[in-house]
């Protein structure tokens, strides 16, 4: 089984920042599990089905990368998949507060899940799933940010093709 890590996260949908993260976190880890969770304050363009399916197929390539989603608590599923951490990227300072109070909540939940952050590659730090679905939305040009599959299924979502 060895060391386990989860990859938590709306994935509304998964961007290359996501993967950059979840391709790290698996050169870190022996299974890392991403884990399509509800953020409460926010509106839902895909599936959980369709957020996992997309996930699955972009991240093949990663033998050990297990991909789930999850109706509760985060550190109900890691509790539930035997992980010791919980891996998020962190783009920029504006990430830090919400970041802090999540830890810091997960931390009392269970105090022996520790989080891990990584800083996300520069060429991704300006990325999230709310814009690239504002820009997709409108037929901007998405092929930087995310992979072919997902700017198919954005397309597909919006009705432009
Ligand atoms: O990609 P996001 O939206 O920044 O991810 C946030 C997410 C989904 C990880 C967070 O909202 C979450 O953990 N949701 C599951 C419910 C939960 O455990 N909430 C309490 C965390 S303090």
Do not use: W
Not at 22 to 36: C, G, H, L, Q
Not at 129 to 152: F, H, N, Q, R, T
Request: hydrophobic residues 40%; proline residues 4%.
């Amino acid at each position: 089984m060895g060391r386990i890590a989860v990859c938590p996260g709306s994935f509304d949908p998964i961007t290359y920042g996501h993967l950059d993260i979840i391709e790290r976190a698996s050169k870190i880890f022996d299974t890392v599990y991403v884990s399509v969770l509800k953020n409460s304050s926010k509106e839902g363009l895909f599936t959980p089905e369709e957020r996992v399916e997309l996930i699955r197929q972009v991240s093949e390539r990663y033998p050990n990368v297990e991909v789930r989603s999850f109706n509760g608590l985060l550190i109900d599923f890691c509790e539930e998949v035997g992980a010791e951490a919980i891996v998020r990227g962190l783009r920029a300072v504006s990430d830090f507060e919400y970041e802090m109070q999540l830890t810091s909540m997960n931390r009392k939940l269970n105090s022996s899940i520790e989080t891990i952050y990584m800083m996300t590659n520069n060429n991704y730090s300006f990325i999230s799933s709310s814009i690239v679905k504002e820009v997709a939305k409108y037929g901007g040009k998405i092929e930087d940010v995310v992979p072919p599959l997902v700017e198919e299924a954005l397309k597909r979502k919006f009705n432009l093709q």
